[in-house]
Structure formats: structure tokens, C-alpha cells
């Protein structure tokens, strides 16, 4: 069942970004295609396919993500989230489909171009991803390590500047094995920010963290994106803090993009997978394919 019979917009599946879409099943609520007055989206989506193994994880994926939103990406454990996130910022390439960045399609890129163009991203790994034998300084300051047209004086100070945004001063010398799974998070996010993207992906960022330090890291991205006017991605099964932190959602499962709409659109979405999974996440943590049951 579309998401559009359920008077939530559904993804579109328009072929370049902001050209008018070709078919359309129904006019679409506000929260599917926000009324930008004709901003170019920063990052476009248009009908990705791609596998892993034998498994076809995604399909027919389409949406938009425009300036300055903070822009979810829901789903259960095993619904592609991490794979589609992968595509986006041009790790890996989709089987077909493209992901447009400002207009630029990245999927066709050369490692070259990709690099050029992920200077303009930042990436929040799931697992924080930090380097053991470095300190928390040189983990911020790592994109900048081969950068001849900045001072190491330069670098210290946006390392400094950064770890005061995310409340982590005077760590610059610690290691990350001294540290909780929030600080690491913090220094995580520090240095995606590091050269100042205009497009910043975070993969469960409050996975694995106290529902305090979840809301706190929450309330940190939602600043850090007001602050230096970024854009941003979030990927997380946390629904209740991805409905209280983003201006849009999408929800994917059954390696499709079910549903896409602002909080209140999904609060009150009745398309029964994402009724069941914005109900029931409080209580139960699910799988795809418990959910299927
Ligand atoms: N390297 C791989 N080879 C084959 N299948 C894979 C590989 N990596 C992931 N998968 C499968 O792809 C699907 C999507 O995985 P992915 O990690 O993107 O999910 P996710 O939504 O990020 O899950 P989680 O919420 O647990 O992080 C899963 O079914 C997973 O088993
Ligand atoms: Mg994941």
C-alpha cells in the first residue's frame, strides 16, 4: 500500500533533481516535497537498486534532502540503513539509480572526483569508528593530516573550537580507550565537522548510549547543524528522538522507501508497518524479520 493513499507523501520518482516529477500517483502533502519555493535539493536520491551478496537490500529508492534540514532515515535492524547511507556519501557505488549532490551525480564519479566532493560531507560512523593508537586530537584533525595549505596552529584551533561545540575540552590528549561511549560519539561528531561540510551524515548516533546522553547527543546535532548552518542526514531505529529532532523522515523497509513526511505526517501514518514501528519501538526492539511475523 502506497504511502500516498495514506495522505503521507510517498517518495517520487523523478529522474533528475528539481525537474518536475514524471508520474505521480497523487498530489503529494507538504511534508513529502516541502514547498522550498524552487531550492535546489543539496542531495537527490533517484531510483537506487543495489544488493549485497545474493541479497538485494535496496530498491527503487527515491527522495530528496534540501539545505538546511535535518532529514531522517528510520528503519529496523537490517532494513539497509547503513547500506543506503554508503551510496549517499559515494563508498560504495548503487547497482543502478544515482545519487545526485548539488546537482552532481556522484554515483559516476573517479576516486578523484569522489574525494572532491566528499570535502563538502561529513561522516558519523555508527560504531564511532575512532583510531585506538591516536589521540583525541589527532582523530578530530585526521582529514586535515596531508592539508599543506593549513597550520598545524590552524588545526589545533579548530580542533579546540570543535571539541568545545560537541563539550569535550581539554580531552585533546586523551585516548579513546579512556573514554565512555558518548565521549566517543562527541569526538565522532567533532571530527566529521572538521572541515566545516555542508552535508553531515550521522549513522545511530545515540546507538548503545543512556537515554540522557541519546537526548544529549540528540540535542547536539540539532545545534551543531543550527550553528554552522550544515545540513543534515540521520540514521537511527531510535524513532521517538527522530521524530523529535528532524524536519523530515523517511521510513525504509522491505527494501523500499515506505513512507516519507514530517514527525506529525508519521505520528499519524496509517500504513500498518509504520504504525506498528513508531508504536511499539518504546517497548520492543525489533528486527525486520520479527516484525514480519
Ligand atoms: N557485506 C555484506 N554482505 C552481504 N549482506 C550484507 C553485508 N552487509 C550487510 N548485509 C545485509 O544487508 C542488510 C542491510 O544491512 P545494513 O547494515 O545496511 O542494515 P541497518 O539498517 O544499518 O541495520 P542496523 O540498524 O542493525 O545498523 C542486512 O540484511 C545485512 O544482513
Ligand atoms: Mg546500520
Not at 529496523?76 to 552532481?104: A, N, Q, Y
Request: glycine fraction near 8%.
Amino acid at each position: 500500500m502506497s504511502g500516498t493513499e495514506h495522505g503521507v507523501a510517498e517518495a517520487e520518482s523523478d529522474p533528475r533533481p528539481g525537474e518536475p516529477p514524471v508520474e505521480r500517483r497523487d498530489a503529494p502533502a507538504p511534508g513529502g516535497q516541502p514547498d522550498r519555493a524552487g531550492a535546489e535539493p543539496l542531495l537527490s536520491v533517484r531510483d537506487v537498486w543495489h544488493a549485497l551478496g545474493d541479497t538485494q537490500v535496496l530498491e527503487e529508492i527515491s527522495f530528496d534532502v534540501f539545505p538546511g534540514e535535518i532529514f531522517g532515515i528510520m528503519g529496523m535492524s537490517g532494513s539497509g540503513k547503513t547500506t543506503l547511507l554508503r551510496l549517499l556519501i559515494g563508498l560504495d557505488r548503487p547497482d543502478s539509480g544515482h545519487v545526485f549532490f548539488k546537482g552532481e551525480d556522484i554515483s559516476v564519479l573517479d576516486e578523484d572526483g569522489l574525494n572532491r566532493v566528499r570535502k563538502s560531507m561529513g561522516m558519523c560512523f555508527q560504531y564511532s569508528a575512532l583510531f585506538d593508537s591516536m589521540t583525541v586530537a589527532c582523530n578530530v584533525a585526521f582529514s586535515m593530516r596531508n592539508r599543506r595549505d593549513v597550520s598545524p596552529e590552524q588545526v589545533e584551533e579548530r580542533v579546540r573550537e570543535l571539541l568545545d561545540v560537541v563539550e569535550m575540552e581539554g580531552t585533546e590528549d586523551r585516548m579513546p580507550a579512556d573514554l565512555s561511549g558518548g565521549m566517543k560519539k562527541r569526538v565522532g561528531i567533532a571530527r566529521a565537522l572538521m572541515e566545516q561540510p555542508e552535508l553531515v551524515f550521522y549513522d545511530e548516533p545515540s546507538s548503545g548510549l543512556d537515554p540522557l546522553m541519546s537526548r544529549n547527543i540528540t540535542g547536539l546535532i540539532k545545534k551543531v547543524s543550527d550553528d554552522q548552518g550544515s545540513t543534515a542526514v540521520v540514521v537511527s531505529h531510535d524513532v521517538q528522538n527522530l521524530l523529535g529532532m528532524t524536519d523530515r523522515l523517511l521510513m525504509l523497509h522491505d527494501r523500499r522507501v515506505q513512507v516519507i513526511g514530517t514527525p506529525d505526517e508519521i505520528r499519524r501514518c496509517d500504513i500498518p508497518i509504520v504504525e506498528r514501528f513508531v508504536r511499539w519501538i518504546d517497548t520492543e526492539p525489533d528486527t525486520e524479520s520479527r516484525a514480519e511475523r
